[in-house]
T-cell receptor, first 113, second 109 residues
Framework: GAGVSQTPSNKVTEKGKYVELRCDPI?????LYWYRQSLGQGPEFLIY????????DSGLPNDRFFAVRPEGSVSTLKIQRTERGDSAVYLC???????????FGPGTRLLVL | EDQVTQSPEALRLQEGESSSLNCSYT??????LFWYRQDPGKGPEFLFT???AGEEKEKERLKATLTKKESFLHITAPKPEDSATYLC??????????FGPGTRLSVLP
């Protein structure tokens, strides 16, 4: 079956611009997670959705980062006024429920120049 | 603070040379310990979940074990295609997984 998909696969932007990253989870998975991974590091938690609501957004680094999941399926991570330090791979994962195995997408590689 | 560490940071093996990777966790409570494999430029791929001390899981040349403070990923007679970064993650009954930094494994032919 179809796995988690993420678009775009790569995004290059200039400092100060706004970007949107999209995640399409596995069908039927109610839990959705966003992580950020820097080179040589493990994924770092950003935000968790259960259904349409953000159950935990404690990992978002500051108020430039925001995520939505309006219909409980596709999610969009939004970054305002991008900074060079935002450059990383943004990973999305979904699971049947909290505490269950998380299945990851291929990631979006963001480069802020 | 909940923390997951992995060692070694990098490991180079000859084809057929067995070894083990370590994952140490310090969490307030462990619901599950997860192992993932990550190839360059790709997302993590699920391998195993372990729930209680003494539990073991096997898949081809890989075997994962769990104690109260550590998990080991044993690789028996590895092949070059086993080269990847291996990540472990702890589910601490929280809303997300706490990942370690990974071990980069290279298996030379």
């Amino acid at each position: 079956g179809a796995g988690v998909s993420q678009t775009p696969s790569n995004k290059v932007t200039e400092k100060g611009k706004y970007v949107e990253l999209r995640c399409d989870p596995i069908s039927g998975h109610t839990a959705l997670y966003w992580y950020r991974q820097s080179l040589g590091q493990g994924p770092e938690f950003l935000i968790y959705f259960q259904g349409t609501g953000a159950a935990d957004d404690s990992g978002l680094p500051n108020d430039r980062f925001f995520a939505v999941r309006p219909e409980g399926s596709v999610s969009t991570l939004k970054i305002q006024r991008t900074e060079r330090g935002d450059s990383a791979v943004y990973l999305c994962a979904s699971s049947i429920g909290q505490g269950e195995t998380q299945y990851f997408g291929p990631g979006t590689r963001l480069l802020v120049l | 603070e909940d923390q997951v560490t992995q060692s070694p940071e990098a490991l180079r093996l000859q084809e057929g040379e067995s070894s083990s990777l370590n994952c140490s966790y310090t969490v307030s409570g462990l619901r599950g310990l997860f192992w993932y494999r990550q190839d360059p430029g790709k997302g993590p791929e699920f391998l195993f979940t372990l729930y209680s001390a003494g539990e073991e899981k096997e898949k081809e040349r890989l075997k994962a074990t769990l104690t109260k403070k550590e998990s080991f990923l044993h690789i028996t007679a590895p092949k070059p295609e086993d080269s990847a970064t291996y990540l472990c993650a702890a589910d601490n009954y929280g809303q997300n997984f706490v990942f370690g930094p990974g071990t980069r494994l290279s298996v030379l032919p």
